[in-house]
């Protein structure tokens, strides 16, 4: 093993690449960021998940996992569990569909993200603010940007006389298909 290679990458590549000896971590590497079909399939469809992240990088995965899982060359389990470490790695939660236009989300918008997902969904705008020490229109301003991208539904509710707003996140406590009309409460 030559020093550049990663310590995974034997046991990858006997894994995904048996037939190519001669296949070495660099060329791999090279055309996996190329995006070459037949690379990146042969490597999400038989490299443990774990070694092909470490091969990759987190930050290149996280970045790259969105555009490449459309592939219907992919089989269902790996990519469902490559769907899940990318949700955990991007907002902490393995049930948060993957979503491009989230890795491009400043890291206190994310970190908003987050908090919505962990929260019950029956938080208002405002206990979300000062649960994170933000000011409250920012808050609003990052929950209907997230509405308008399609990631969060906004609930209308009563609270102590006052309207409210409940944002609640597709994929964590509401059904990616349901309309703001007929949620589905996890």
């Known amino acids: ?10 046991r990858a590549k006997r894994m995904a690449f048996w037939d190519q000896g001669k296949l070495t971590y660099r060329n791999w590497s090279k055309e996996f960021y190329l995006q070459k079909a037949n690379v990146v399939t042969q ?6 998940a774990r070694d092909l992240i470490e091969l990759v990088g987190e930050k ?8 490449i899982r459309n592939s219907n060359r992919f089989q269902a389990s790996k990519k469902a569990i490559l769907d899940a470490i990318w949700s955990f790695y991007v907002v902490g939660d393995v049930s948060f569909p993957v979503s491009e236009c989230v890795i491009h989300f400043h890291p ?19 206990a979300i ?14 929950v209907h940007d997230f509405s308008n991208k399609g990631l969060v539904v906004l609930e209308s509710a009563q609270r102590e006389g006052r309207k409210v ?15 703001s009309l007929d949620l589905i409460i996890t």
């Open 165 to 179: 707003l409940l944002p609640k996140v597709r994929g964590c406590h509401v059904s990616a298909g349901a309309s």
């Open 1 to 10: 093993m030559k020093k550049s290679e990663p310590l995974q990458w034997e």
């Open 129 to 142: 603010a000062k649960s994170l020490g933000r000011n409250p229109r920012r808050i609003y301003d990052d």
């Open 108 to 126: 206190k918008k994310r970190e908003t993200l987050k908090k919505l997902i962990s929260s019950s969904g029956n938080e208002s705008i405002y």
């Open 43 to 48: 490597s999400v469809n038989y490299m443990r």
């Open 60 to 67: 290149q995965f996280i970045k790259t996992w969105p555009a």
